[in-house]
């Protein structure tokens, strides 16, 4: 196995521990200079040329090639643009349209609210009594049944990182005649994902998080390339069109990706992401599981060691974890800020998840022992119980 190790192509602050990679990926060399030639050189000099010379309408479709070859799609089955979010409302709404004679969409309580709420606003505009069901994550399995329009779930749970089976769930779902619709936002850049043999019907996800797309980096979406035809946009953007510059009256659909698009791509923060997919060329994905893998296992046996009063939250089974190890702790918030006035940087989630990331890129096993030893002294010495600590910031 050849190394996975690549600190150095990040430009990260010296003496921190980082291991919030799971929200928001650090930021890589050259992504400054290339942010700044695409507002210098293109927008800055070509101005409206930009769009025709400098490629930015096809962009999207581009970047969403480049991250195919990551998520192992067929080519032209993934588009980049807006948010997560919004490619979920999306991808759900092309996913009930093929499958309109169901009414559930079945999902699991381990799923991220924004997933959550997206379902139960479309149920609430497309007003035909439409459910949403929401099992426990164990029991999704056993309740994939005939009712099911679509079995819509997030890979890895984001607060404990169980992680689902891609493949057979997808298989169990089509077996009784559902559509599958994965959100990877915590598997993209995380865990060897092939969309392609996987032949689920939709996926979506965001490129901030292990991939490194910086904040507000784009969301995407993947259709089976034989639904794009059939799929109908739920959201009719100019850009969705077939011959966007016809401005015709009418609304008729593109044949290919970009059926998915919406409105005007975010261009400097496309090309952010565009350059910081590089990294990943020379990276078996599989390789870098096998150090996620690794560096967890060492964390979470220091973690025993070192503070048995903190209770894992994550599977104890590496198979069945994402790239986070989680804990639960009551008093987590606190602990989280003191770790992080400390420079060891995690993050929490209510009501009582503390969660590492764990991105072997950038954090190796000497980080990991740092980590453990940094928070078991927080907890000796009692110093998260500081005032500063426990007072709760707007983003946690
Ligand atoms: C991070 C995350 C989101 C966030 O969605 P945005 O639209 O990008 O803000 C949604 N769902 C899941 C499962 C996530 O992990």
């Not at 409302?89 to 997933?115: C, H, M, W």
């Not at 409105?263 to 990294?279: F, H, N, R, W």
């Not at 950038?362 to 002294?377: F, G, P």
Request: with cysteine; charged share 25%; aromatic share 8%.
């Amino acid at each position: 196995m050849s190394s996975i190790y690549r600190k150095s192509f990040f430009d990260m602050p010296k003496n921190i521990i980082y291991l919030d990679g799971n929200s928001l990926g650090p930021l890589l060399k050259g992504i400054t200079e290339e942010s700044e030639r695409v507002i210098n050189k293109e927008w800055g000099e070509k101005l409206i040329k930009g769009w025709n010379e400098s490629h930015w309408m096809d962009q999207p479709v581009r970047v969403g090639n480049k991250l195919a070859r990551i998520l192992k799609a067929e080519d032209g089955s993934i588009i980049l643009g807006e948010t997560l979010s919004l490619k979920l409302y999306q991808a759900l709404g092309a996913a009930l349209d093929l499958n309109n004679e169901r009414k559930v969409i079945l999902t699991d309580s381990g799923n991220f609210p924004s997933d959550l709420y997206i379902a139960k606003g479309l149920i609430d505009t497309l007003n035909r009594n439409l459910e949403l069901r929401i099992v426990k994550p164990e029991e999704v399995e056993s309740s994939i049944n005939e009712d099911v329009a679509v079995v819509m779930l997030t890979q890895v749970d984001y607060r404990t990182g169980r992680i689902h089976d891609l493949e057979l769930i997808t298989k169990k779902s089509h077996a009784s005649g559902a559509v599958m619709l994965w959100d990877l936002a915590h598997s993209a850049g995380a865990l060897p994902v092939n969309l392609e043999k996987s032949n689920c019907d939709f996926a979506v996800g965001c490129t901030y998080k292990y991939l490194n797309g910086g904040p507000g980096a784009p969301g995407f979406i993947y259709v089976r390339p034989d639904l794009i035809k059939k799929c109908s946009p739920t959201i009719k953007g100019w850009l969705g069109h077939k011959a966007p510059f016809a401005f015709e009256k009418e609304f008729r659909k593109a044949e290919t990706i970009d059926v998915m698009r919406v409105g005007t791509p975010s261009v400097i923060q496309m090309s952010i992401l565009e350059k910081a997919l590089d990294i990943w060329d020379n990276i078996e994905m599989s390789d870098l599981r096998e150090k996620t893998i690794e560096l967890s296992e060492i964390f979470i046996c220091e973690m025993e060691k070192k503070c048995p009063q903190i209770k894992l939250a994550s599977p104890r089974n590496s198979e069945l974890r994402g790239s986070q190890v989680s804990f639960f702790f009551d008093d987590g918030y606190a602990v989280i800020q003191a770790l992080i006035d400390e420079g060891v940087i995690g993050d929490f989630r209510a009501p009582n998840i503390m969660r590492f990331g764990i991105t072997p890129l950038y954090i190796n096993e000497d980080d990991i022992l740092n980590a453990v030893t940094c928070l078991e002294r927080i907890l000796r010495q009692d110093l998260w119980k500081k005032d500063k600590f426990t007072k709760k910031k707007a983003v946690t």
